[in-house]
């Protein structure tokens, strides 16, 4: 009883502290949309002439589970949804993750998010466009060489009152199959931000360093000064002509590059007379060939098949060859410029929109725009997160990303697999064409039942294939050595008669030495002519 009492005490603690998590979990969501309900009247579509790609809600190939389609090759497409509170990014840690699938691929296009300004910034939803202000965009984009997984950061010069893009330097690059994969930026407060794909950590930087932005959120302390001018004596020549050095009296500038070769001699048996393309003989007049309108009808011209056979044709000419007293146009040795001064820059000074920064002032998010232009179709959204917490991120990495991509990545290693076997098979299939034609060879009849039987054993276990092909080399060389070294074996059949001598008289042992004399005497045409 008492084991019992203490057993259900420990579910009971176990339930509720999964419910704390649950509600610290939703208070750390800020935004989530699974779309497993239909988009329309929950995201805003632009209504902008050059957006003309339609949005649909579909599920994703295989699944049951719904997303955001891009359904139209080569169109512009654009899309928003506005936050019922705009996020501050300034405070604590703010992740950014959301679901794609390119299910046609991605030769050129984008598959980025733009996490949207507020619309006093200057933007409406239903204008909303390339221009409307984005504090962060983050997302696949991939087109001929440019294959990256963007991250820029909208930032305001508090100086000049500019916004300026910084784009993070050395981006990862996109998975380039069809499976689902999720995509996570943890904005922290201690400056860094860190991309994760499919929950790996892929890029880590700081927004403060110029190491990791291009250009640097803190501008240089100095710029070159736009008024400065390169003063009109200054030489930037490192080297410059000898004015002291003379043209050789021997240097001829007319010598050709190249003169005729005047030992050459035109071959015997060259053609003089016979051209070097001639009609085609086989050539007729098209019987709609009408000389008054299309003119006289010539035959086509092919070139002279008694030339190709002969050295050439046609008048014979000496070859050119070059000219050993050929030096071209003289000019003056360089020197180093006594008035050389370096390559001109213009002065420093104090930048006027410098800045110092302990954190990025970071303009708060009012709303998520899908705003692209894309070549292919089939482009899936999903699982759209805003979070406080990288662990409720991963949590849905887990639970929503996790189950699907391991699905499809069952599936496309079992269509691989298929489509390795169909390979080998058709590549087996070619090389068993090639074992019967090697059975039909002449010299090799005396084992081709020996071959045959290899090659059908191999159909019935194609992983026997290779052991197959060894073992038929291995009887073709075997034969091919004995054709090569079989005739030095002679001498030994050359002493049976030698034997027969010394055994005094038997009759038996003399008739088979004569028979092998016969034999070798009879045999050695045979191996002449195989020799021919």
């Not at 996570?184 to 201690?190: M, N, Q, S």
């Not at 250009?215 to 000898?242: F, G, H, M, Q, V």
């Amino acid at each position: 009883m008492m084991i019992m009492t203490r057993y259900a005490l420990l579910l009971l603690l176990a339930f509720a502290s999964l419910q704390l998590l649950c509600f610290a979990a939703d208070d750390d969501v800020v935004f989530y949309d699974s779309f497993e309900e239909s988009f329309d009247g929950r995201w805003i579509v632009s209504d902008k002439d050059d957006y003309k790609g339609v949005w649909k809600h579909s599920k994703s190939e295989g699944h049951d589970d719904y997303g955001l389609l891009v359904s139209e090759m080569a169109k512009k497409y654009a899309i928003v949804k506005e936050l019922d509170e705009a996020v501050n990014l300034k405070d604590g840690t703010t992740v950014l993750q959301f679901e794609t699938r390119l299910q046609g691929g991605l030769e050129c296009g984008g598959a980025y998010l733009k996490y949207l300004r507020p619309q006093d910034a200057g933007w409406k939803p239903k204008e909303f466009d390339n221009e409307s202000p984005y504090s962060i965009m983050f997302g696949p984009d991939k087109c001929g060489a440019t294959n990256k997984l963007h991250f820029i950061l909208k930032h305001k010069n508090p100086k000049s009152g500019e916004y300026i893009e910084h784009h993070l330097k050395y981006p990862p690059s996109v998975p380039s199959d069809k499976l689902t994969h999720v995509y996570t930026a943890i904005l922290k407060p201690d400056n860094e931000v860190s991309i994760l794909i499919d929950g790996e950590e892929k890029k880590k930087a700081s927004f403060l360093s110029a190491e990791d932005f291009e250009p640097p959120l803190i501008p240089s302390k100095t710029i070159p000064d736009p008024d400065d001018k390169k003063p009109e004596d200054w030489d930037e020549r490192a080297k410059i002509p000898d004015p002291d050095a003379v043209k050789p009296e021997d240097w001829d500038e007319d010598a050709p590059m190249e003169i005729e070769d005047e030992e050459a001699v035109k071959p015997e048996s060259w053609l003089d007379d016979e051209p070097e393309e001639i009609d085609d003989p086989e050539a007729t007049k098209p019987e709609d060939w009408d000389d008054e309108e299309d003119g006289e009808w010539e035959a086509p011209k092919i070139e002279n098949p008694k030339c190709e056979i002969a050295p050439g044709c046609g008048e014979w000419k000496r070859p050119m060859k070059r000219n050993p007293a050929y030096k071209g146009k003289w000019s003056p040795p360089l020197i180093d410029n006594p008035s050389y001064k370096g390559i001109w820059k213009p002065q420093e000074i104090p930048n006027p929109n410098y800045f110092e920064l302990e954190k990025p002032d970071f303009d708060p998010i009012a709303a998520i725009g899908i705003e692209i232009w894309t070549m292919q179709d089939g482009i899936l959204f999903d699982n759209i997160l805003i979070a406080k917490n990288d662990k409720v991120a991963e949590s849905y990495r887990e639970t929503t990303w996790k189950p699907k991509f391991e699905v499809e990545k069952e599936k496309q290693k079992a269509e691989d697999e298929a489509a390795d076997s169909a390979r080998l098979a058709g590549f087996q299939r070619k090389v068993f064409d090639v074992l019967y034609k090697v059975a039909d060879i002449p010299f090799l009849s005396k084992y081709k039942h020996q071959i045959l039987d290899l090659i059908e054993h191999a159909e019935t276990q194609p992983n026997l294939t290779i052991g197959v092909l060894v073992s038929i080399v291995v009887i073709i060389l075997t034969i091919f050595f004995k054709l090569i070294f079989g005739g030095k074996k002679q001498p030994r059949v050359e002493k049976k008669p030698e034997v027969a001598e010394t055994s005094n008289g038997e009759g038996s042992s003399g008739e088979k030495a004569e028979e092998a004399e016969k034999e070798e005497a009879a045999a050695a045409p045979r191996r002449r002519r195989r020799d021919n």
